[in-house]
Nanobody, 126 residues
């Protein structure tokens, strides 16, 4: 059974940085597209960033471009989200997810992602 465990969330001041990690167990993630999503109170879950199996294709929501970077280490079965210049509007629960599609293009719709972590809270104080 595939399990995803996020870590690295916390409380940070606006302008600060956090690095989220997602450790995958149960199978190798080397052929999976991996994504980060977030959900703020009262809002729908939204795509934040994704990276395809090889790392050659990445996709970001416009609001985080230039501030967030997604990366992966297939040897460690881990995906990362480096978040810089954090803003109060980045406050949300962040979820790691796996899309089993062995594809070049990163999909942004949550329904394509079969496996999800439990989420980690990110709070940015202004």
């Amino acid at each position: 059974q595939v399990q995803l465990v996020e870590s690295g969330g916390g409380l940070v001041q606006a302008g600060g940085s956090l690095r989220l990690s997602c450790a995958v167990s149960g199978r190798t993630l080397s052929t999976y597209t991996m994504g980060w999503f977030r959900q703020a109170p009262g809002k729908e879950r939204e795509f934040v960033a994704g990276i395809n199996w090889s790392g050659g294709s990445r996709n970001y929501v416009d609001s985080v471009k230039g501030r967030f970077t997604i990366s992966r280490d297939n040897a460690k079965n881990t995906v990362y989200l480096q978040m810089n210049s954090l803003k109060s509007e980045d406050t949300a629960i962040y979820y790691c997810a796996a899309d089993p599609a062995y594809a070049r293009v990163v999909r942004t719709t949550p329904t394509f992602y079969n496996y999800w972590g439990q989420g980690t809270q990110v709070t940015v104080s202004s």
